[in-house]
């Protein structure tokens, strides 16, 4: 065995993966000492944090994100945003306000950031788990015919349309991606790699993770189970273990990051250890988030009460 994988821990959760559990120790102490408190002051340039004090006020200000896009968008310079499904609360505040205010968005445009992969392809625009799914059904299928985006603006992730899924990325600006945080530390689906192959002592580096484009997704076993827990009643054996998933590439062409935290998907010091890292300018490919503190402008949005605390107690 190599010195440089005697440094790198096994993970804990999954010895044939990179994860978070592999990091150094002070690290993963400095993360876990963190008070709420502490974590507005970790903003920098490039990186804004935000509290949010009630849900409604949370899921209203991600829902007005897409609108700000939307808006933004004309005919001559079409616009929109990447948005995720998880969380999903703000999908039908986004229609009502479109319905409501009357704002026009056909030329608006919207990226999906990824998709279950079964069987060699995407899975069924009906099948119960499908992203694509659950964004007509609770967004895009309740905006006025008269007001939304025709069907070509809508970029859904298919295994036949990768190339030209990251080419539409150049034919309309993307102002902002939005995305929740997985248990294993992604956004979208960009889960850490295997523990195999090149990559059997050290995860790739954070120059190599960001070549990374549209793709399918092998799928952290922490993915798997947290998946089967908020989507399926903790039936894992109903879970993909591969998904298509926008990749890095595509996020640095868009303009902002906006990360938004209610403490559903992931646990209290997930959110303190990805914060940290950006904060810090410490990307690791094992922390897929951590890769964007290189990204020239990133937001974190948190619900107050979701932010928890890492003290030990028995419950």
Request: contains cysteine; proline residues 6%; aromatic residues 8%.
């Amino acid at each position: 065995m190599s010195q440089l994988s005697q440094m790198r821990s096994l993970s804990k959760v999954a010895p044939d993966w990179w994860d978070y559990t592999t990091l150094d120790v002070e690290l993963l102490a400095d993360a876990a000492r963190l008070k709420a408190e502490d974590i507005p002051g970790l903003s920098r340039p490039g990186f804004t944090i935000k509290l949010y004090e009630t849900r409604e006020e949370f899921y209203v200000a991600e829902a007005l994100e897409y609108l700000q896009a939307w808006m933004a968008s004309t005919d001559d310079a079409p616009c929109g945003i990447c948005g995720p499904i998880g969380p999903t609360e703000q999908l039908p505040l986004v229609a009502r306000m479109v319905n409501d205010l009357g704002i026009d968005v056909r030329s608006a445009h919207f990226w999906a950031m990824d998709e279950w992969y079964v069987d060699g392809k995407e899975v069924a625009a009906d099948h119960p788990l499908s992203f694509r799914k659950a964004d007509m059904d609770l967004c895009f299928s309740r905006i006025d015919k008269k007001l939304r985006m025709p069907e070509r603006n809508l970029h859904f992730l298919r295994a036949d349309n990768l190339a030209e899924y990251t080419a539409s990325y150049d034919s309309a600006r993307c102002l902002v991606m939005q995305g929740g945080q997985g248990e294993v530390k992604h956004w979208a689906f960009n889960d850490p790699f295997k523990r195999e192959g090149a990559w059997r002592d050290a995860p790739p580096s954070p120059h190599e993770f960001r070549k990374l484009s549209a793709r399918v997704v092998n799928l952290h076993p922490m993915t798997i189970i947290q998946n089967a827990r908020t989507s399926g009643g903790g039936v894992v054996s109903q879970v993909p273990s591969q998904a298509l998933s926008v990749g890095p590439l595509e996020t640095w062409k868009c303009d902002k990051v906006s990360i938004w935290h209610a403490g559903n998907h992931d646990n209290p010091f997930g959110l303190r250890l990805t914060a940290l890292m950006i904060a810090k300018k410490v990307p690791d490919s094992s922390v897929p988030m951590s890769l964007l503190a290189d990204h020239p402008q990133v937001q974190f949005n948190f619900l107050r009460s979701g932010i928890g605390s890492c003290d030990t107690e028995m419950h």
